[in-house]
């Protein structure tokens, strides 16, 4: 996987780049948010560059919550217009305000990793793709639902799918 990381702290920020190439992954590292949009933005121009088609430029990019110059929420709000359905996960400590805010400003429900966490579990949440294509089957549903689509058991099944992925996401396995 290609792989775009925002860690303000540097020695954090090198342990998440050792663990994920050491799995084989290309991971580039940035220290905030703006760093981090920039080469968003570069490495989609590049992917994108006389092809024509809209290709997401990374696998994933991992964002710290808390970072100087432009905040995680920030960051991904830029690389979601930039790239929607771009896949994100969220590094927090503060996790009830990292859900909320995400869902409030981002409109979609993303990935989240409760800080601390161990280098293991970093990489089982990278590499656990099926979580991620379960989330981004719920925010296809949740935009059907602001949209008045959905009957009542489709809402009620809706609902029960957002309740497990939230005690899968939460829950360090």
Known sequence: MKILVAEDEPSIRMQYQAVLEERGHKVVATADGRACVKSYSAELD??????????????????????????????????LSLCPGQRIVFASAYVAETLREAARDLHQIVELLQKPFGLDYL???????????????????????????????????????VRKLQAMIIAPR
């Not at 808390?66 to 995680?72: A, F, I, K, N, Q």
């Not at 549903?141 to 099944?157: A, I, P, T, Y």
């Open 46 to 79: 590049y992917a994108n560059s006389g092809t024509g088609a809209s290709k997401k430029p990374f696998d994933l990019v991992i964002l710290d919550y808390r970072m100087p110059e432009l905040d995680g929420l920030g960051a991904a709000r830029e690389i």
């Open 123 to 161: 990489v089982e949440v990278v590499e656990d793709t099926d979580v991620y294509q379960q989330l981004a089957s719920v925010n296809v549903k949740v935009r059907e639902l602001q949209n008045h689509n959905l009957s009542l058991s489709e809402l009620v099944g809706l609902l029960a799918g």
